[in-house]
């Protein structure tokens, strides 16, 4: 049963395309994974802020492509040539400039997995001509990507988020946190991320429900405090 106090059990966190909710905000994102057959130059990027669900749609594509998942920063270490024998997705691609042998990498993996006639899916925060690149062979062919777009989340997209993160945590919320958090929060998914994280740890900290009055004292006290969320291309991903 889902808890509604907060006990230390794990976060598992659902990636099924049934998990995944659409709207304005990401639907022709996620139209253009549910296309990839039809990618007109087989490889696409996808960019969104953080916690937006870049890598939870990475995970459907891979159910749909039977495409490989690896992070940019671990491309040194992995054969190129084998993982170019079928789709792949590599995620967080900004995080890579400059890092001269993470980039040649990443250059030879795209020229191989199209060579070969397989598609390629990258995913970062940004669109890619605004990653500061340093290998100009790379940095054109990822500005020639076409792009896939998570835009920030409208209301009913922010619900949804809050209550698959809960959810993810074990966690059943009263009927009206949701709501109360959607009008409190900032419009984002980071937020989003921080404030159920931030629930769960009160909640055990102090052995109380997660409920309306809890988030409205964590809310009041953050404000106090002046604390704000941060955002970097190099911090988390998702």
């Not at 966190?13 to 994974?33: E, K, L, P, Q, W």
């Not at 920030?152 to 619900?159: C, E, N, R, V």
Request: charged content about 20%; some cysteine.
């Amino acid at each position: 049963m889902p808890r509604q106090l907060s006990f230390d059990l794990p976060v598992i966190t659902a990636h099924g395309r049934d998990d995944f909710f659409v709207s304005a905000a990401n639907a022709a994102a996620v139209a253009m994974i549910e296309g990839w057959a039809d990618w007109p130059a087989r490889k696409l990027a996808l960019v969104g802020p953080a916690g937006s669900g870049k890598t939870h749609l990475v995970h459907v594509w891979s159910g749909l492509s039977g495409a490989r998942i690896v992070r940019a920063t671990d491309l040194p270490d992995q054969d190129i040539a084998e993982l170019a024998t079928g789709p792949v997705a590599v995620e967080d691609c900004c995080t890579i400039a400059g890092q001269r042998d993470m980039e040649e990498a990443l250059f030879h993996l795209h020229n191989l997995c199209l060579a070969e006639g397989h598609s390629l899916l990258l995913t970062a925060r940004t669109a890619p001509n605004y990653w500061p690149l340093s290998l100009p062979d790379l940095a054109s062919r990822v500005q020639a990507t076409p792009t896939g777009t998570l835009h920030p989340p409208d209301d009913a997209l922010l619900s949804a988020v809050l209550m698959k993160l809960f959810h993810d945590r074990q966690i059943s919320p009263t009927p009206d946190l949701v709501p109360f958090l959607t009008r409190r929060i900032d419009r984002s998914f980071e937020a989003a991320h921080d404030i159920v994280a931030a629930l769960d740890a009160a909640a055990l900290d102090a052995g109380r429900a997660i409920n309306r009055t809890l988030a409205r004292e964590l809310l009041d006290k953050r404000t106090e405090d002046g604390q704000t969320p941060s955002s970097s291309c190099n911090t988390g991903h998702g």
